[in-house]
Each structure stands twice: as C-alpha cells, then as structure tokens.
C-alpha cells in the first residue's frame, strides 16, 4: 500500500524521535516518497541530515526558509501530501493542531492540508494520561483524525507503562490495515440519509399518540451505511437507541412533521435514502395546550393525516436509490409491492411485525427485500445489525446494476 504515496512525515521533539528515523528508511524501501517536517525540538534530538539521507528529500524546520522561491513551503507540502504521519507526536504537537496553533513549519503545514492525519503519540505515561491531553485526542478524533496508539513498557524517562512510540514495523501495518479497509469500503463518498424510530403526536401537555417502534432497525442500518465508508444522516424519532459507530450526524425529531422538514432538508445532496421510521399516519387536529381533565362517557378526538415523507420523496426523487420499509401483519408481500410502485422506490424492506423475532422493539428481524424489478431477497431471521448489512450490500449491489 506505500508503493508510490507521497507521505509528509512530521517528528516532534522527543527521545524517540530516534524511531522516526527507522520509520523514514522503512517506507522510502516500500517504495514511499517521504518528505519531512522537524520541530525545532526534534532538531535536538536528531540531525536533519539524518533524514535527508533516509528520505533523499530535503528536511523542512522554518516556516521562513522557502527552498524553492515559486512555492510557498509549508502550502506546497500541505497540497503535495497523500496523507500525514506524526511520529513521534508531542503532547504539545497535538495540543496545537487540536487548538488551531500555527507557530511553527510543522504545525501551520498541518493546518493548511486536508491530507489524513495519523499520529503516533509518544511521551511520558502520566503525560499521555493527564485530562487535557486526553480531551485533545479526543477533539482530533472526532474531527476524523488516526491514532495509533502508543505501546506500554519501559520508557525513557525511567517509567514504566503506556506511552512508548510504537515500533515503526507496526505503524506501517496499521497505516496499510486502515488504506485497505478504505479501499474496500462499498459506500465511500456517498451520502445516506436514514429515518429510524417513531414519531409522538401531541394531544395535550402530557399526553401523546406514538408506536411501539424502537428504532433498532434504523440506528443499525445507520451503522452499516456507515461502516462501508458513507456519510450518513440520521434523522431520529424519540429512541433510547445509542449510536456504536462514530461519524454519524444524528438529528433528533419528535413529530412527523419535523421529520418530513428534516429528511426534506438533506434530501437533495442524497445518494440514498433509507425511510426505516415508523412515521404517525394520523395526528390530532387539535392539541389542547392544558391538560384534559377526565370527564364522565366516552371521549371522541378529531384526527387528521400527516404529510406521506415516503411519497413525497418518491414524487421528488432524482438521482436518490430511495429505500422504504413496510411492517405489515396481514399479507405483507401484497401490500409491500403497493407500496414499492406507488411511492416510486427503487426498493423496498417486507417484514410482518406479527412474526416472532421480527415485530418492533426485537433485537432480532426478518425481512424480504424488493427491487423496482421485483427481484426478491429473502433475509432469514437474524441480528438486527446483521440483517442491516443484509440490506445495505443489496443496495449496493442494486445501485451497481442500474449503473452499468
């Protein structure tokens, strides 16, 4: 996976910069191109001419010393980089790029490029543990940058425990590990957007009509989506339901009509669009802004139809592969395909909620899938998160065939 990359290799000041050295030699014999960024720090610990023999490339360590007049360095670098590797990284490297600091060539390098990022933190164990070095890994993480963690044993500084620079061998697999899963990734660079869980109509300050789906089905076809490479939104009722996978933007709604704005609003910049929730087809046509107090005989409340999101996506359905679901009890097959032709789907999930194991709030489900060819998939009962990646890989595999 290093064959021909462009890696822009930057070492801060630490003991272990000595590794970084080991790490240049390994990847310029890969076939990598290394280029490097020191620290003033690093500089301390190991000659820049160190690198420039490893690396046969120049070494970079002052923002002000432009080595070819028609570029401007450290935006040339940002640019020119498949992707970055600190290593070692400082607790003080990391602390600036999580706080936007750019007073060095490393650090305003780092800034200006949209390469990835992994960093390879090394210092002393209570360092690594300390609360703000934490909260900026943390920070770098959600902003989707790589860590590979450091190794535990016997440090410089006389301690012992986590915080070693892991060995450059290691790093180099995992960089390969985490190149080829992006590589294999079926969704990468598209966006899904996914509606899970069910919606609360209000009738008064505590009362509400509602369904009995959880939104399992929909958090874990967010998760799938999501571990295949895509950009997914996830637009969700009221659940209890915890997302496992990062990089998932989670929208909460309470009504129908909140869900009907919000999968409106991102619908447009969709590739696909899965509606899992179990949407109120009626709401009151009056909610009462006190509490209804109980009252002798029966009690009769006017109800009114929400807005149909499914088909109001179908009718404005462009290049989206639009996805619905149907949770029927009484010939679902019949009914689904209804549903798949007058919604305009591209494909639509069957499941009869009356089965066991496949009703709402179940850990488990059992569905067929149905193409606009009505080409059948049955998914046998299983995990919902297993029937979810079911699904998905037919979506891709549909989306491929409609392509060719």
């Known amino acids: 996976m290093m064959k021909n990359k462009k890696i822009l290799l930057g070492v801060s000041g630490g003991i272990a910069a000595y590794k970084a050295c080991a790490l240049t030699s390994k990847l310029t014999q890969q076939g990598a191109d290394v280029k490097v960024i020191m620290t003033k720090s690093a500089v301390e610990f190991v000659s820049p001419l160190t690198f420039q023999a490893l690396s046969r490339n120049p070494v970079y360590t002052d923002t002000f010393d432009e080595k070819d007049p028609s570029k401007i360095a450290h935006i040339d670098l940002a640019d020119w980089a498949d992707f970055i590797l600190l290593a070692p990284a400082t607790a003080n490297i990391i602390a600036k790029l999580a706080n936007g600091i750019a007073d060095d060539m490393l650090s305003t390098t780092l800034l200006a490029s949209e390469a990835p990022v992994y960093i390879a933190p090394a210092m002393n164990v209570h360092m690594y543990a300390h609360p703000a070095v934490m909260k900026n890994m943390q920070q770098l993480e959600a902003w989707n940058y790589h860590f590979i963690e450091p190794g535990a044993g016997y440090l410089a500084c006389g301690y012992v425990g986590k915080g070693r620079l892991e060995e450059p061998g290691t790093i180099i697999e995992t960089i390969n590990h985490h190149l080829e899963q992006k590589v294999s990734k079926k969704l990468l660079g598209k966006k899904v957007l996914i509606s899970a869980g069910p919606t609360r109509e209000k009738v008064d300050p505590v009362r509400y009509f509602t369904n009995r789906s959880s939104g399992k089905m929909g958090f874990a076809l967010a998760e799938a989506a999501a571990t295949e490479g895509a ?32 999968m409106h609003r991102y619908y447009a910049e969709s590739d696909i669009v899965i509606k899992a929730a179990a949407v109120a087809d009626y709401k009151p046509k009056h909610v009462f802004t006190e509490k209804m107090k109980k009252q002798d005989g029966n009690l009769e409340l006017e109800m009114v139809r929400t807005q149909d999101i499914l088909k109001s996506l179908g009718n404005k359905k462009d290049k989206q592969f639009l996805v619905g679901f149907a949770a029927e009890t009484n010939e679902p097959l019949k009914y689904g395909l209804q549903k798949l032709q007058s919604k305009n789907l591209d494909a639509i999930v069957i499941n009869n909620v009356s089965t066991q194991g496949a009703g709402f709030e179940s850990d488990t489900n059992m569905v067929t899938y149905v193409n606009k060819q009505e080409e059948k998939e049955e998914i046998a009962l299983a995990a919902k998160s297993e029937v979810a990646k079911s699904i998905i890989q037919l979506i891709v595999r549909d989306m491929k065939d409609e392509a060719m």
């Open 231 to 262: 950009d997914v939104t996830l637009v969700a009722g009221p659940s209890e339901q915890v997302l496992n996978v990062q990089h998932i933007q989670r929208i909460n709604v309470v009504t129908a009509e909140e869900m009907f704005e919000e």
